[in-house]
């Protein structure tokens, strides 16, 4: 017989730069869970070894008394203690604001078919046969007169001169260089920006 799964609040200790993770999760104690911060995560695959977790608060029935419960701790965390406001910050959490995250309802909202009705819930979605209606009714019994009919018909019918075609042929390779060495520049830019990126990461962790 499986087990029921149910909620815990637990907190992190980065031995190394005396950092914590406060988070909650509705699962098992001992199902390989780590975190939801792609910050912690990061530092955590590096060296495990300087992380230590310690179970706060578990066996909570719901998961809205495991959000509620999880806010509670949240709030005994100061703003100056995280990011930004803090370049050296006491925790690893960015937001002290679970928020109203859809984890939060009863196992039966599983699909997601289901999460994307809990996420429209209120808003004026897919047809709507009034406007249709409005807009049919609108062109009923208007027509074209013949002189926009001609007009429409030289429009498509009108032939592009061998003058035309060697200048817009031009235009289009002149156009084709441009955009590649923008490319090619902006390529070699966010490249640098990446190496920079991952070089202050590797500082930092």
Known sequence: MSKEKYGFIYIWLDKKHKRYYIGCHWGFED?????????????????????????????????IELYKEEQKWLNMIKENEIKPLNENPKYYNL?????????????????IGEKISVAKKGKTLGPRPGIGAAISAAKKGKKLTEAHKKALTGIKKKPHTEEWKLENSKRMKEQWKINTKRKEATSKAAKKRWEKYRFNKSISI
Not at 38 to 63: T, V
Not at 101 to 107: A, G, L, Q, S, T
Request: proline content about 2%; overall charge positive.
């Open 95 to 111: 937001n002290i604001k679970n928020n109203e995250i859809w984890h939060k309802y009863e196992d039966k909202i599983k699909t």
């Open 31 to 63: 199902d390989g869970y780590i975190c939801s911060s792609s910050w912690m995560k990061q530092a955590y695959r590096i060296r495990p070894f300087d992380f230590k977790r310690r179970i706060i608060k578990s066996n909570i029935s719901s998961r």
